[in-house]
Protein backbone atom coordinates (compact mmCIF):
# COMPACT_ATOMS: atom_id res chain seq x y z
CA UNK A 1 0.00 0.00 0.00
CA UNK A 2 2.76 2.38 0.94
CA UNK A 3 4.14 1.79 -2.73
CA UNK A 4 1.27 2.04 -4.11
CA UNK A 5 0.75 4.95 -6.67
CA UNK A 6 -2.74 4.93 -6.52
CA UNK A 7 -2.51 4.66 -2.80
CA UNK A 8 -0.45 7.24 -2.34
CA UNK A 9 -2.33 9.50 -4.55
CA UNK A 10 -5.44 8.90 -1.82
CA UNK A 11 -3.63 9.57 0.87
CA UNK A 12 -1.86 12.55 -0.69
CA UNK A 13 -5.24 14.42 0.26
CA UNK A 14 -4.76 13.89 3.83
CA UNK A 15 -1.20 13.86 4.07
CA UNK A 16 1.30 15.96 3.33
CA UNK A 17 4.21 13.89 2.08
CA UNK A 18 6.93 11.84 3.05
CA UNK A 19 9.80 14.09 4.10
CA UNK A 20 10.00 17.00 5.91
CA UNK A 21 10.26 19.70 2.69
CA UNK A 22 7.38 18.30 1.40
CA UNK A 23 5.73 19.16 4.95
CA UNK A 24 6.78 22.72 4.90
CA UNK A 25 5.87 23.73 1.17
CA UNK A 26 2.03 22.27 1.94
CA UNK A 27 2.60 24.22 5.32
CA UNK A 28 3.26 27.55 3.03
CA UNK A 29 0.41 27.10 0.92
CA UNK A 30 -1.98 26.80 3.92
CA UNK A 31 -0.28 30.19 5.86
CA UNK A 32 -0.79 31.81 2.26
CA UNK A 33 -4.65 31.02 2.91
CA UNK A 34 -4.63 32.76 6.30
CA UNK A 35 -4.54 29.13 8.38
CA UNK A 36 -1.97 28.12 11.10
CA UNK A 37 -0.77 25.01 11.30
CA UNK A 38 0.16 22.24 13.44
CA UNK A 39 2.67 19.34 11.80
CA UNK A 40 2.80 15.76 13.03
CA UNK A 41 5.40 13.90 12.14
CA UNK A 42 3.80 10.56 12.16
CA UNK A 43 4.63 7.73 14.01
CA UNK A 44 3.33 6.19 17.72
CA UNK A 45 4.23 3.00 19.77
CA UNK A 46 7.98 2.74 19.18
CA UNK A 47 9.89 -0.47 19.75
CA UNK A 48 12.75 1.17 20.92
CA UNK A 49 14.46 3.53 22.52
CA UNK A 50 16.80 4.29 19.00
CA UNK A 51 14.15 4.57 17.44
CA UNK A 52 12.26 7.21 19.82
CA UNK A 53 15.57 9.49 19.89
CA UNK A 54 15.51 9.84 16.30
CA UNK A 55 11.88 10.43 16.25
CA UNK A 56 12.81 13.29 18.87
CA UNK A 57 15.91 14.43 16.37
CA UNK A 58 13.58 14.91 13.50
CA UNK A 59 11.10 17.17 15.91
CA UNK A 60 13.88 19.18 16.47
CA UNK A 61 15.01 19.68 12.77
CA UNK A 62 11.44 20.07 12.30
CA UNK A 63 10.49 23.02 14.72
CA UNK A 64 14.28 24.86 13.54
CA UNK A 65 13.44 25.10 10.13
CA UNK A 66 9.70 25.70 10.28
CA UNK A 67 11.35 28.83 12.20
CA UNK A 68 13.89 29.42 9.27
CA UNK A 69 10.85 28.66 6.36
CA UNK A 70 9.09 31.16 8.83
CA UNK A 71 6.34 29.15 8.90
CA UNK A 72 3.32 30.22 11.20
CA UNK A 73 2.86 26.84 12.75
CA UNK A 74 3.43 24.46 15.54
CA UNK A 75 4.33 20.63 16.48
CA UNK A 76 2.12 17.72 17.45
CA UNK A 77 3.15 14.66 18.98
CA UNK A 78 2.38 11.23 20.77
CA UNK A 79 4.62 10.29 23.77
CA UNK A 80 4.59 6.66 22.81
CA UNK A 81 6.38 7.94 19.59
CA UNK A 82 8.97 9.11 22.17
CA UNK A 83 9.40 6.18 24.10
CA UNK A 84 6.52 5.86 26.97
CA UNK A 85 5.90 2.37 26.68
CA UNK A 86 9.60 2.04 26.80
CA UNK A 87 11.11 4.24 29.63
CA UNK A 88 8.99 6.92 31.14
CA UNK A 89 12.01 8.56 32.33
CA UNK A 90 13.39 8.50 28.42
CA UNK A 91 10.48 9.34 26.95
CA UNK A 92 10.15 12.95 29.41
CA UNK A 93 13.80 13.89 28.86
CA UNK A 94 12.67 13.58 24.87
CA UNK A 95 10.03 15.49 25.25
CA UNK A 96 11.92 18.17 27.70
CA UNK A 97 14.72 18.43 25.08
CA UNK A 98 11.80 19.46 22.51
CA UNK A 99 9.69 22.02 24.64
CA UNK A 100 13.10 23.49 25.74
CA UNK A 101 13.85 24.23 22.10
CA UNK A 102 10.89 25.23 21.32
CA UNK A 103 10.68 27.61 24.49
CA UNK A 104 13.55 29.34 23.38
CA UNK A 105 12.14 29.78 19.60
CA UNK A 106 9.23 31.17 20.86
CA UNK A 107 7.10 28.12 19.37
CA UNK A 108 4.85 25.44 20.79
CA UNK A 109 4.15 21.79 21.62
CA UNK A 110 1.43 20.17 21.26
CA UNK A 111 1.15 16.48 23.46
CA UNK A 112 -1.74 14.52 21.66
CA UNK A 113 -4.03 12.43 23.71
CA UNK A 114 -4.07 8.77 23.10
CA UNK A 115 -6.26 6.23 24.76
CA UNK A 116 -7.34 6.32 28.08
CA UNK A 117 -4.54 3.62 29.42
CA UNK A 118 -2.40 6.70 29.18
CA UNK A 119 -4.29 9.78 30.25
CA UNK A 120 -2.47 10.34 33.87
CA UNK A 121 0.78 9.87 32.36
CA UNK A 122 0.51 12.19 29.71
CA UNK A 123 -1.51 15.00 31.89
CA UNK A 124 1.42 14.20 34.30
CA UNK A 125 3.88 14.95 32.10
CA UNK A 126 2.26 18.52 30.03
CA UNK A 127 2.09 19.56 34.00
CA UNK A 128 5.80 19.01 34.59
CA UNK A 129 7.10 20.00 31.49
CA UNK A 130 4.70 23.65 31.81
CA UNK A 131 5.95 24.28 34.97
CA UNK A 132 9.38 23.86 33.79
CA UNK A 133 9.25 26.21 30.65
CA UNK A 134 5.82 26.34 29.35
CA UNK A 135 5.66 25.98 25.48
CA UNK A 136 3.61 22.97 25.84
CA UNK A 137 -0.39 22.21 25.84
CA UNK A 138 -2.39 18.97 26.04
CA UNK A 139 -5.09 17.82 24.31
CA UNK A 140 -8.71 16.48 26.13
CA UNK A 141 -11.02 14.46 24.63
CA UNK A 142 -14.68 14.74 25.15
CA UNK A 143 -16.00 11.56 25.37
CA UNK A 144 -14.22 10.87 28.36
CA UNK A 145 -16.20 11.01 31.99
CA UNK A 146 -13.40 12.83 33.49
CA UNK A 147 -12.41 15.45 30.71
CA UNK A 148 -14.65 18.04 33.14
CA UNK A 149 -11.85 17.55 36.20
CA UNK A 150 -9.16 17.45 33.76
CA UNK A 151 -9.96 20.54 32.30
CA UNK A 152 -10.62 22.76 35.30
CA UNK A 153 -7.43 21.76 36.47
CA UNK A 154 -5.37 22.16 33.05
CA UNK A 155 -7.19 26.02 33.41
CA UNK A 156 -6.29 26.33 36.87
CA UNK A 157 -2.23 26.06 35.91
CA UNK A 158 -2.99 28.47 32.36
CA UNK A 159 -2.08 25.52 30.44
CA UNK A 160 -3.65 25.54 26.70
CA UNK A 161 -5.97 23.07 25.90
CA UNK A 162 -7.23 21.68 22.65
CA UNK A 163 -10.92 19.96 22.77
CA UNK A 164 -11.88 16.93 20.51
CA UNK A 165 -14.48 14.26 20.80
CA UNK A 166 -11.58 11.28 20.71
CA UNK A 167 -11.03 8.48 18.17
CA UNK A 168 -10.28 5.49 20.26
CA UNK A 169 -12.37 2.61 21.26
CA UNK A 170 -12.72 3.25 25.18
CA UNK A 171 -15.44 0.85 27.35
CA UNK A 172 -18.64 2.25 28.89
CA UNK A 173 -16.87 2.29 31.99
CA UNK A 174 -14.49 5.38 31.18
CA UNK A 175 -16.20 7.30 28.10
CA UNK A 176 -19.55 8.06 26.77
CA UNK A 177 -21.16 5.32 24.52
CA UNK A 178 -23.88 7.19 22.34
CA UNK A 179 -22.86 10.34 20.25
CA UNK A 180 -25.97 12.19 21.76
CA UNK A 181 -23.68 12.49 24.88
CA UNK A 182 -20.57 13.11 23.42
CA UNK A 183 -22.03 16.13 21.33
CA UNK A 184 -23.83 17.13 24.75
CA UNK A 185 -20.37 16.96 26.51
CA UNK A 186 -18.47 18.52 24.10
CA UNK A 187 -20.26 21.77 23.96
CA UNK A 188 -20.38 21.92 27.83
CA UNK A 189 -16.34 22.02 27.78
CA UNK A 190 -16.26 23.97 24.66
CA UNK A 191 -18.03 26.54 27.06
CA UNK A 192 -16.04 25.75 29.84
CA UNK A 193 -12.66 26.37 28.02
CA UNK A 194 -13.80 29.33 26.53
CA UNK A 195 -14.58 31.09 29.83
CA UNK A 196 -11.60 29.76 32.29
CA UNK A 197 -8.57 28.39 29.78
CA UNK A 198 -6.23 30.44 27.68
CA UNK A 199 -6.24 30.51 24.44
CA UNK A 200 -8.00 27.34 23.78
CA UNK A 201 -8.36 25.28 20.47
CA UNK A 202 -11.99 23.68 19.63
CA UNK A 203 -10.96 20.68 17.10
CA UNK A 204 -14.11 19.54 15.29
CA UNK A 205 -15.27 19.42 11.66
CA UNK A 206 -18.77 19.15 13.26
CA UNK A 207 -20.91 22.29 11.99
CA UNK A 208 -23.46 22.24 15.53
CA UNK A 209 -19.96 21.99 17.54
CA UNK A 210 -18.88 25.30 15.79
CA UNK A 211 -22.07 27.19 15.76
CA UNK A 212 -22.24 26.54 19.13
CA UNK A 213 -18.95 27.46 20.57
CA UNK A 214 -19.46 30.95 17.97
CA UNK A 215 -22.37 31.73 19.85
CA UNK A 216 -21.09 31.18 23.27
CA UNK A 217 -17.83 33.58 22.51
CA UNK A 218 -20.20 35.88 21.04
CA UNK A 219 -22.97 35.97 24.17
CA UNK A 220 -20.15 36.17 26.14
CA UNK A 221 -18.13 38.82 24.07
CA UNK A 222 -15.35 36.98 23.67
CA UNK A 223 -12.91 37.89 20.97
CA UNK A 224 -12.06 35.89 18.35
CA UNK A 225 -8.60 36.39 18.43
CA UNK A 226 -8.97 34.98 22.20
CA UNK A 227 -9.22 30.72 20.83
CA UNK A 228 -8.70 29.04 17.56
CA UNK A 229 -10.80 26.41 16.07
CA UNK A 230 -8.69 23.73 14.70
CA UNK A 231 -9.48 20.90 11.66
CA UNK A 232 -7.93 18.10 10.07
CA UNK A 233 -5.85 18.67 6.83
CA UNK A 234 -7.68 17.98 3.68
CA UNK A 235 -11.29 17.46 5.79
CA UNK A 236 -13.98 20.24 5.14
CA UNK A 237 -12.50 22.42 2.94
CA UNK A 238 -15.33 23.99 2.70
CA UNK A 239 -15.79 25.10 5.91
CA UNK A 240 -12.21 25.90 6.56
CA UNK A 241 -12.52 28.11 4.13
CA UNK A 242 -16.06 29.76 5.24
CA UNK A 243 -14.29 30.26 9.24
CA UNK A 244 -11.46 31.90 8.13
CA UNK A 245 -13.98 34.15 5.53
CA UNK A 246 -15.74 34.77 8.98
CA UNK A 247 -13.06 35.98 10.74
CA UNK A 248 -11.65 33.01 12.60
CA UNK A 249 -8.55 31.31 13.52
CA UNK A 250 -8.07 28.49 11.94
CA UNK A 251 -5.33 25.72 12.31
CA UNK A 252 -4.62 22.44 10.54
CA UNK A 253 -3.61 18.82 12.06
CA UNK A 254 -0.61 18.45 9.21
CA UNK A 255 0.57 15.14 9.56
CA UNK A 256 3.73 14.02 7.53
CA UNK A 257 6.30 11.07 7.36
CA UNK A 258 6.36 7.38 5.43
CA UNK A 259 4.36 6.02 8.28
CA UNK A 260 0.86 7.45 7.26
CA UNK A 261 -0.11 3.57 6.25
CA UNK A 262 -0.25 2.44 9.68
CA UNK A 263 -1.47 6.15 10.84
CA UNK A 264 -4.62 5.33 8.84
CA UNK A 265 -5.58 2.20 9.74
CA UNK A 266 -4.95 2.71 13.20
CA UNK A 267 -7.66 5.15 13.54
CA UNK A 268 -10.14 2.60 11.41
CA UNK A 269 -9.63 0.31 13.77
CA UNK A 270 -9.54 1.95 16.75
CA UNK A 271 -13.42 3.10 15.73
CA UNK A 272 -14.94 1.45 12.40
CA UNK A 273 -17.12 4.67 12.25
CA UNK A 274 -14.08 6.37 11.36
CA UNK A 275 -13.95 4.72 7.91
CA UNK A 276 -17.33 5.90 6.95
CA UNK A 277 -15.94 9.33 7.72
CA UNK A 278 -13.02 8.95 5.42
CA UNK A 279 -14.82 7.75 2.78
CA UNK A 280 -17.35 10.21 2.93
CA UNK A 281 -14.62 13.19 2.14
CA UNK A 282 -12.48 11.02 -0.14
CA UNK A 283 -15.94 11.18 -2.38
CA UNK A 284 -16.32 14.70 -1.26
Not at 84 to 96: F, I, K, M, P, T
Not at 172 to 188: G, L, M, Q, T, Y
Not at 213 to 218: F, L, N, P, Q
Not at 242 to 259: E, M, T
Request: glycine share 6%.
Amino acid sequence: METSRLARRMAARFVAGDTLPEALAVSRRINSETILVTLDHLGENTSSLEEAAAYRDAYLLTLTEMVHAGIQGNVSLKLTQFGLDLSERACRANVEELVGRAAGLGNFVRVDMESSAYTDRTLAMVRDLHAAHGAVGAVIQAYLYRSRADIEDLARRQIRVRLCKGAYLEPPSVAFRRKSEVDRNFIALTQLLLDTAPYPAIATHDPRMIDAAREHAAKRGIPRAAFEFQMLYGIRRDLQRQLVKDGYRLRLYVPFGPAWYPYFMRRLAERPANMLFLARHLFR
